[in-house]
Structure formats: structure tokens, C-alpha cells
């Protein structure tokens, strides 16, 4: 870790807020939480980033799992059966291993080492996401995260959509002293923008921080500011408010301003991890209620409850067919079962 690396920062465009100008004033902390750990799927591990965090100050964000990071031995690499979505995105990054996806839309393919899945669930779909076969029969490193973001109303009931964000796409960044790399996958750093189109307007970035660095980093004044620490020490804000991985950092609101945000590494670093690795991700809040349970992001109960009945109805999509036979596994249950998974 970290997937995507260049062998000479210093040629890379450089982004930074100007610290002297009168209206850059950088986000206060608002709290920083613990994520949990647990498991997902046929059980791979999870931390639950955003657990203990008020969806007001995650919107446009529902959820956020890392996942792994694990070494697994052969025969133990494992994913998740297919199952629906309706109302939101699901945006999967790996980090490092390997995930294949399928979905009943006919969207898919293989993910590795930086690249990041975009699946629009919208009106409705039925997805699987696995370890290729070979990884399960070798066993491997894996880690990445999944992250939810919700859709307004107006667009829950889109079509179906997919795309691939590969590594090689990402716009790579330097901060103001080469001191950290900046991976923007989605949105916009200034006047640098990453490959991942979004319906809802958001920013994603993956931030390598080198010991001792300070990343400030401008941000949109309409953005909420979030941090989740994948790895490494260090401070938040000019408070400089002491984090570790599997930490979680809300920034926040803008004073009205010019707005920043600021991470700073640590002198000190774990000897397996030199370096500070950072999630970075905000966005423009969509204001409307959420109704959410289990695989469904709506803005009402009975919005909730008819996904229930529309997919065990078959309303959702069919699962296609299949080459693999270790893929011929599918979910059934009642709505409070998959609510339980």
C-alpha cells in the first residue's frame, strides 16, 4: 500500500491555499470518532468508518466500510453474494488485491490495485462482489473500501449505471512541498479534476502523506469535510488534533469564507506503514429525508418497503447468467432478514 505511486513527486501540479490571505481560514474539528470492526458479506472483515456519526454531518454520504486490511491464506478470500440496491451509489476502491463485480444491468469487470467501481444503483439492481477464483485459490493481500453515496430524489429512480475508474486515470497531485500525494479520484482540487463522474457533487481523494508533511488543501465552502485515517499518525485542523488509522475526522462548516482544510503528518510512523495514509471525501449536503434499511437509501417507509416487495417480486433485475458455478449463489429472506445481513 499505496496502489498508485510516481517516482518523482516534484514534477506533479502542486495545490495549496494561500496560509497569509485574511479570508483563508482552514475548518475547525468537529469530533473524531472510532470505526468499529466487523464483517460483511460471507465474511470479510470491515471497519465501519462512519458508525457513531450523525447522517447530518455525512450528507451526502450514507456509509463507508474499510475493508480489510487483510493477508489471506489460500482458500480464504471471500466477498458477497448477490443482493439489491435501490436509491444511492455504491463506489468501490481497491487499495491493493483484486475484486471482480457483477451486476444485472449488464455492468462489471475486474478491480485492482487503485482502480475504483462507480455502480448507480438508481431505480433498481442486483450486484455480486467477489474474489476472482484464482485469488481464492492462491490467497493475497486485499484492502479498499466501499463507500455509499445517497442520490437526491429526483434521481433514485434512475436507470441503472456503471463505470470504471481506473488507476492510471486518477489526477495525481503534490501538496505545496511535495511533502504528500494526492490521488482525486472523483470531484475537484482546485482547478484539478478526477476521472469519476458523479450525480451527486462530491470529492473523493486517497492522500499519502510523508512524515512531517502538512497537507492544506482548499475546499468547496457548500462541501461537508470528512478525513478516515487508513493508516499512519498524525493531527487535524490548525488545532492539530491527534488521529490514528481507523479514525474518523469531521470537519465543521465553512465559516463562509474561503475555505481549507488541514492534515498534518507525524515525524514519527509505524515502521510497517512510513508513511500517513488518508481518505478525503466531502460533499454538497441534498437536504432531504432518508429512509434508510438494509440494501435500500429512500426518503420514505413506504418507499423502503415497497423495494422489499419490488425485489422479492423480481422487479429489481434478474441475476445474469453465470460462468462460474461459485457464483450461483444468491440471497432469500424476509425484509427483516436482510436488514439482520
Not at 477464483?133 to 455509499?148: A, K, R, T
Not at 441534498?286 to 429512509?291: H, L, T
Request: glycine share 12%; no cysteine.
Amino acid at each position: 500500500m499505496p496502489a498508485v505511486t510516481v517516482p518523482d513527486i516534484t514534477i506533479l501540479p502542486r495545490v495549496d491555499v494561500n496560509p497569509t490571505s485574511e479570508k483563508s481560514r482552514p475548518r475547525t474539528v468537529k469530533h473524531v470518532t472510532t470505526a468499529p470492526q466487523g464483517f460483511e458479506g460471507e465474511g470479510f472483515p470491515v471497519r465501519r468508518a462512519f458508525a457513531g456519526i450523525d447522517l447530518v454531518d455525512l450528507d451526502p454520504f450514507i456509509h463507508l466500510d474499510q475493508m480489510g486490511e487483510v493477508e489471506y491464506a489460500p482458500g480464504e478470500p471471500k466477498g458477497t453474494p448477490w443482493h439489491p440496491h435501490r436509491g444511492f451509489e455504491t463506489v468501490t476502491y481497491i487499495i491493493d488485491g483484486i475484486f471482480d463485480h457483477m451486476d444485472s444491468n449488464g455492468g462489471g469487470g475486474t478491480i485492482t490495485n487503485g482502480d475504483t467501481q462507480w455502480m448507480t444503483a438508481g431505480a433498481g439492481i442486483l450486484h455480486i462482489e467477489t474474489p476472482p477464483e484464482h485469488l481464492v485459490v492462491s490467497g493475497g493481500l486485499f484492502h479498499g473500501f466501499q463507500l455509499w453515496v445517497n442520490l437526491p430524489k429526483a434521481q433514485k429512480w434512475s436507470p441503472p449505471a456503471y463505470q470504471d475508474v481506473r488507476a492510471n486515470d486518477v489526477a495525481l497531485l503534490a501538496s505545496h512541498d511535495g511533502g504528500a500525494l494526492l490521488r482525486v479520484i472523483a470531484g475537484e482540487v482546485g482547478d484539478h479534476k478526477g476521472p469519476g463522474r458523479t450525480r451527486t457533487p462530491i470529492t473523493l481523494i486517497h492522500a499519502t502523506l510523508s512524515p512531517g508533511a502538512q497537507l492544506r488543501l482548499p475546499w468547496r465552502q457548500d462541501f461537508n469535510a470528512l478525513a478516515y485515517t487508513l493508516n499512519g499518525f498524525g493531527t487535524m485542523g490548525l488545532e492539530r488534533r491527534p488521529v490514528k488509522s481507523g479514525q474518523m475526522t469531521v470537519f465543521g462548516p465553512s465559516n463562509g469564507e474561503s475555505d481549507s482544510i488541514i492534515i498534518s503528518a507525524d515525524d514519527k510512523q509505524e515502521s510497517r506503514m512510513p508513511q500517513m495514509d488518508v481518505f478525503i471525501l466531502g460533499g454538497e449536503p441534498i437536504k432531504e429525508p432518508v429512509a434508510w434499511m438494509g440494501p435500500f437509501v429512500m426518503n420514505t417507509k413506504s418507499e423502503v418497503l415497497q423495494a422489499f416487495d419490488d425485489f422479492q417480486k423480481g422487479k429489481l433485475g434478474r441475476i445474469p447468467t453465470i460462468k462460474r458455478p461459485s457464483d450461483l449463489h444468491t440471497i432469500h429472506g424476509t425484509p427483516e432478514e436482510l436488514q439482520e445481513s
